[in-house]
Protein backbone atom coordinates (compact mmCIF):
# COMPACT_ATOMS: atom_id res chain seq x y z
CA UNK A 1 0.00 0.00 0.00
CA UNK A 2 2.55 2.31 0.66
CA UNK A 3 5.49 2.83 -1.43
CA UNK A 4 9.45 3.54 -0.73
CA UNK A 5 9.30 7.08 -0.69
CA UNK A 6 6.16 6.92 1.51
CA UNK A 7 7.90 4.82 3.73
CA UNK A 8 11.58 6.67 3.71
CA UNK A 9 9.95 9.87 4.70
CA UNK A 10 7.67 8.81 7.49
CA UNK A 11 11.23 6.94 8.89
CA UNK A 12 13.09 9.85 8.28
CA UNK A 13 10.66 12.63 9.73
CA UNK A 14 8.42 10.39 12.11
CA UNK A 15 9.59 12.47 15.30
CA UNK A 16 7.87 15.20 13.88
CA UNK A 17 4.31 13.69 15.33
CA UNK A 18 5.66 11.37 17.40
CA UNK A 19 8.06 12.20 20.65
CA UNK A 20 10.34 8.94 19.95
CA UNK A 21 11.10 6.49 17.03
CA UNK A 22 7.89 3.99 16.48
CA UNK A 23 9.41 2.01 13.82
CA UNK A 24 13.16 1.61 12.60
CA UNK A 25 12.71 -0.36 9.44
CA UNK A 26 10.59 -0.11 6.29
CA UNK A 27 8.31 -2.87 7.25
CA UNK A 28 7.90 -1.60 10.76
CA UNK A 29 6.66 1.75 9.18
CA UNK A 30 4.54 0.12 6.84
CA UNK A 31 2.84 -2.02 9.57
CA UNK A 32 2.85 0.79 11.80
CA UNK A 33 1.12 2.91 9.17
CA UNK A 34 -1.69 0.93 8.15
CA UNK A 35 -2.40 0.00 11.84
CA UNK A 36 -3.08 3.48 12.34
CA UNK A 37 -4.99 3.87 8.75
CA UNK A 38 -2.56 6.75 7.41
CA UNK A 39 -3.12 7.53 4.15
CA UNK A 40 -1.27 9.36 1.15
CA UNK A 41 -2.97 12.19 -0.73
CA UNK A 42 -2.01 13.76 -4.19
CA UNK A 43 -2.17 17.48 -3.37
CA UNK A 44 -2.35 20.20 -0.87
CA UNK A 45 -6.23 20.70 -2.00
CA UNK A 46 -7.07 16.64 -1.32
CA UNK A 47 -4.87 17.29 2.21
CA UNK A 48 -7.47 20.11 2.72
CA UNK A 49 -10.43 17.89 1.87
CA UNK A 50 -9.31 15.19 4.09
CA UNK A 51 -8.97 17.76 7.07
CA UNK A 52 -12.36 19.17 5.86
CA UNK A 53 -13.78 15.54 6.04
CA UNK A 54 -12.26 14.40 8.73
CA UNK A 55 -13.81 17.97 10.87
CA UNK A 56 -10.61 19.18 11.66
CA UNK A 57 -11.48 23.41 12.25
CA UNK A 58 -9.71 25.08 9.76
CA UNK A 59 -11.67 28.12 9.92
CA UNK A 60 -8.66 30.94 9.12
CA UNK A 61 -5.78 28.69 8.06
CA UNK A 62 -3.71 29.08 5.15
CA UNK A 63 -2.34 25.98 2.89
CA UNK A 64 1.39 26.78 4.84
CA UNK A 65 -0.49 25.90 8.13
CA UNK A 66 -2.31 23.05 6.93
CA UNK A 67 1.24 21.53 5.41
CA UNK A 68 2.76 22.22 9.03
CA UNK A 69 0.52 20.39 10.85
CA UNK A 70 2.80 17.67 12.70
CA UNK A 71 0.39 14.55 10.84
CA UNK A 72 1.52 15.80 7.51
CA UNK A 73 4.53 14.59 6.67
CA UNK A 74 5.69 16.39 2.60
CA UNK A 75 6.69 12.99 0.69
CA UNK A 76 8.41 15.68 -1.68
CA UNK A 77 7.08 14.11 -5.15
CA UNK A 78 3.68 17.01 -4.64
CA UNK A 79 2.26 14.00 -2.78
CA UNK A 80 1.93 13.86 1.32
CA UNK A 81 1.55 11.12 4.13
CA UNK A 82 -1.19 12.30 6.48
CA UNK A 83 -0.97 10.34 9.72
CA UNK A 84 -3.24 10.31 12.73
CA UNK A 85 -1.24 10.43 15.87
Known amino acids: MFDDAVLQC???N???LFPEKVAETP???EEFLEECMAVVVGSVKEVWEYFDEEGVDMEGADEEEILDADEVFDIGDGRYLIVEG
Open 10 to 12: FLD
Open 27 to 29: EEA
Open 14 to 16: QEQ
